[in-house]
């Protein structure tokens, strides 16, 4: 592949990511984040930002990593979340 030709497959792929929704981080998760227990946050602070997020906004998480979003669901019981992989029921 030659340089232009990836260049080309990279604004592909931004244009196709740039219609994606892009949830935003609120205070109202901010706020659910600050409940966690900081040996929780040390595990995943970047899933638990998305596990707080998702409560925030009533969604559900999608994930493969069901480990980490089970110890935060300890903290945040409305959290749901899914394994990607392995269930292929709707949400």
């Known amino acids: 592949i030659s340089v232009a030709d990836a260049y080309d497959l990279l604004l592909g792929i931004a244009a196709q990511a740039a219609r994606l929704p892009v949830l935003p981080y609120t205070s109202g998760a901010d706020t659910l984040y600050a409940q966690i227990p900081k040996n929780i ?8 930002r998305v596990a707080a997020s998702a409560v925030a906004a009533g969604m559900a998480v999608v994930t493969r990593n069901t480990r980490h979003f089970a110890q935060i669901a300890e903290s945040l019981p409305q959290l749901r979340f899914v394994d990607w992989h392995t269930s292929p029921q709707p949400l």
């Open 41 to 48: 946050i040390r595990v995943g602070p970047r899933d638990c």
